[in-house]
């Protein structure tokens, strides 16, 4: 067995057992992989000497794929912008490292949509009742 990589946590690492698992690459997890709660430590990850080309060919088209998806996430964040407010000092897009910096706009976004709604609901039921009684 060769030493693929090593990642922080056991979720994270039987996430990508499962991802090579799933190409029919065997995967040998040591450190803290075991036991039903996900652990933070370090937790590396071995694959047979045969299988390691295909493993990190796997491991980086899946690191490419979840970049151009977040750089399109990024794309359609600032094009439903209508303010054009998204295009001039915006953070920088994510990097799959770090948090994504819009969560809290997002959040307030839901928020206005969900005082909407709840109005529009309250608005139908007051309607209903006035033409019920």
């Known amino acids: 067995m060769r030493h693929l990589t090593t990642v922080q946590g056991s979720f994270h690492g039987r996430v990508i057992a ?16 075991e036991g ?8 590396e990850i071995f694959v047979g000497e045969e299988q390691l080309a295909l493993a990190r060919e796997i491991l980086l088209a899946d690191e ?11 794309l359609a ?6 303010a054009g407010e998204g295009a001039v000092g915006s953070p920088p897009p994510f ?8 969560a809290p706009r997002r959040r307030r976004e ?6 909407v709604v709840a109005v ?4 139908i039921v007051v309607g209903v009742v006035a033409v019920r009684g």
């Open 120 to 123: 529009v609901v309250i608005l």
């Open 77 to 82: 964040f600032r094009s439903t912008d209508p």
């Open 110 to 115: 839901l928020l206005g949509t969900a005082v």
């Open 18 to 33: 499962a991802r090579l698992g799933a190409e029919g690459i065997l995967v040998d997890l040591r450190g803290l992989s």
């Open 64 to 74: 490419v794929d979840a970049a151009v998806d977040a750089d399109l996430v990024e």
């Open 95 to 102: 990097d799959g490292e770090s948090e994504v910096p819009r």
């Open 36 to 43: 039903p709660y996900p652990l933070q430590g370090a937790v």
